[in-house]
């Protein structure tokens, strides 16, 4: 169902969407979502946007108490009661990931983002970068997947941003290594998307 856009996370996107443009608040795609949009196959239990600070306090004076619940003790957590998912919203410009290991990568403003499927999602490049910073093996691994569906090779990493560069090439012999093993996972066709 989830890869068909059926179930609680893809209708709680839609309605989050249609929300947010009937608002006028510009908002870009993050995380597992986003990655599905550049060909990976992986669920997820909620759905991440990210917005510019100013359409955070808007998003919170249209819609929480009416559409959706604030979480305690989380000021950008969101809950969709009737769908039972949760929303996090990312701030545009607030430093990504994991920020005692690194200042620089920040949250993409909406107007970075590209059209797939009707959502803008960051460029596969950006979303690397993002997923590479949190310095969280699950995100390491999605970027390894990033990089066989894509069939992106190690030059890709000039693309990135410069603290990520190294990490890149990291996941990248992770994936030759995982591949030499496993040579049935490199031979099949890219993931249509």
């Known amino acids: 169902m989830f890869f068909d856009g059926k179930g609680p996370v893809p209708e709680t996107l839609a309605?989050?969407?249609?929300?947010?443009?009937?608002?006028?608040?510009?908002h870009i795609l993050m995380g597992a979502m986003a990655a599905k949009a550049y060909g990976m196959r992986r669920t997820t239990e909620d759905v991440d946007?990210?917005?510019?600070?100013?359409?955070l306090a808007r998003f919170r004076s249209l819609f929480v108490a009416h559409d959706y619940q604030a979480v305690e003790g989380r000021s950008r957590r969101f809950f969709d009661a009737v769908r039972q998912v949760t929303i996090d919203i990312l701030v545009a410009g607030e430093i990504a990931g994991n920020a005692k290991k690194q200042t620089q990568v920040r949250f993409p403003d909406p107007s970075e983002g590209r059209l797939v499927d009707g959502l803008l999602?960051?460029?596969?490049?950006?979303?690397?970068?993002?997923?590479?910073?949190?310095?969280?093996?699950k995100d390491w691994a999605d970027v390894i997947e990033l990089i066989r569906i894509n069939r992106l090779d190690e030059s890709f990493c000039e693309q990135l941003h410069p603290v990520v560069r190294a990490v890149y090439v990291q996941c990248y012999d992770n994936m030759v290594e995982?591949?030499?093993?496993?040579?049935?996972?490199?031979?099949?066709p890219p993931e249509p998307r």
């Open 15 to 26: 309605r989050l969407h249609e929300r947010l443009e009937s608002a006028g608040i510009p």
């Open 49 to 55: 946007i990210c917005v510019r600070p100013e359409d």
């Open 121 to 137: 999602v960051p460029s596969l490049a950006r979303l690397i970068e993002l997923k590479l910073v949190t310095w969280r093996l």
């Open 178 to 188: 995982e591949d030499r093993y496993n040579p049935e996972i490199h031979d099949q």
